[in-house]
């Protein structure tokens, strides 16, 4: 791998980690922000809901990264972060802090598909699997090291101090990103890439494979949110688990998530990335179905869950890798429908997991997510039914 491209993967890493974990430590520490900003939990979780509400804005990031340069994009988005968490500091009231956090997790929603872009331009297609499963796991690092850094700035200096701190992180990374990823030409912003934004977007369900595409990222979604929005349910129900284990249980899915992310990196390559998906949707479904006959031990639950989310984050990644190439003219379009679609289905899950979970417990959570499964894999087939590659990549 050539030296330029490697030190732009390792701060692609850092940046990636820098912006998950701007989205995703209001989750764990909720409770303490609500005390802090004095109001209820239910307001808190407000602004979870609305963050997740961003990944539908980038369907149009998509669009304008394809058109004006994935650089300028990925600029924004830090910048975004950098304005978001400052505002938060400045006016440590709630209205302030729920905009400036749905404002820092837009951020996120405009970089990600931008970073995956720029890396299916730049990355030769035999290599992109192991390149973008080592740039995500940068979404397993928030869990293992951003949170809990977070978790001992709070602890140290107030909440305030970390809003500050992930600021001036953004701004750095806002200066340093000019300087490590190259401006674009050919990339982005240039020729067949100047379509109008909303002559795109209808692009992603007029092409077969990008349509399959969304659609298999829809349905595992739905199925993998579901569960994971009434598992702490289940550990306390039936094992009446204390809140130390259901944070240590936390990690054991950071760690999942690492070792998925890890394995694509290894080997979704080296055995083919539409091979890889669907070895990763069959053990997935095969999860599901077991999980709930772990229910006999804690620890054989929480290894039923690792596997889960290993299986999951296993092919999630992968699905990356391939859909960096299904629309190779209109990559960041592509990328922002995929994560939009995903995150439509994540806030569906989070909802049927709910009235599943009252209605037959982790059986019905578990066996449905698992018919979820399925219904993306079919989706998969029905969209690369018969699809190759049009060219390769430019390197």
């Known amino acids: 791998m050539r030296h330029p491209l490697a030190g732009q993967i390792v701060a692609a890493l850092f940046f990636r980690l820098l912006l998950n974990t701007g989205r995703r430590f209001v989750y764990p520490f909720a409770p303490a922000m609500s005390r802090e900003l004095a109001v209820p939990l239910s307001a808190i979780t407000s602004i979870i809901a609305a963050g997740q509400l961003t990944s539908l804005l980038g369907l149009f990031s998509g669009p304008l990264a394809d058109r004006f340069g994935y650089r300028v994009m990925m600029r924004a988005g830090l910048a975004m972060l950098a304005v978001g968490m400052l505002l938060c500091g400045l006016a440590p009231e709630y209205w302030p802090v ?48 951003g949170i809990p850094a977070i978790g001992l700035i709070i602890a140290d200096i107030g909440l305030t101090g970390a809003f500050y701190l992930l600021a001036l992180l953004g701004a750095v990374g806002w200066l340093t990103i000019s300087r490590v990823i190259p401006a674009d030409g050919g990339a982005a912003g240039s020729g067949n890439n100047r379509v109008h934004i909303f002559a795109a977007l209808p692009q992603l369900f007029k092409v077969r ?38 944070g240590f249980s936390t990690i054991a899915i950071g760690a999942a998530e690492l070792c998925g992310e890890s394995l694509t990196a290894v080997f979704a390559d080296r055995i083919g990335l539409k091979r890889a998906i669907t070895l990763g949707l069959g053990l997935a479904m095969a999860a599901y179905l077991l999980l709930p006959l772990t229910g006999s031990s804690l620890s054989l639950a929480m290894a039923g869950m690792f596997i889960v989310f290993l299986t999951f984050e296993f092919t999630i990644v992968t699905s990356f890798s391939l859909s960096t190439e299904l629309m190779a003219e209109s990559r960041a379009t592509m990328m922002a429908g995929f994560y939009a679609t995903s995150g439509v289905g994540r806030m569906i899950g989070v909802l049927v997991g709910g009235w599943l979970w009252q209605l037959g417990g982790i059986h019905a959570v578990a066996w449905s997510a698992a018919g979820l499964t399925g219904c993306g894999l079919l989706s998969l087939w029905w969209g690369l039914h018969g699809w190759t590659r049009q060219r390769p990549c430019r390197r």
């Open 209 to 246: 494979p990008a349509a399959g595409m969304l659609a298999f990222g829809f349905w595992i979604s739905i199925a993998n949110d579901s569960l994971f929005v009434v598992y702490g349910a289940w550990f306390e129900q039936d094992f009446q688990v204390s809140v130390a284990a259901l």
């Open 98 to 145: 729920f905009v400036g956090l749905v404002v820092a997790s837009f951020g996120k929603t405009i970089f990600d598909p931008s970073i995956q872009a720029f890396i299916g331009h730049s990355v030769p297609f035999e290599r992109r699997g192991r390149v973008i499963g080592i740039i995500e796991t940068a979404w397993a690092g928030s869990t293992l090291i």
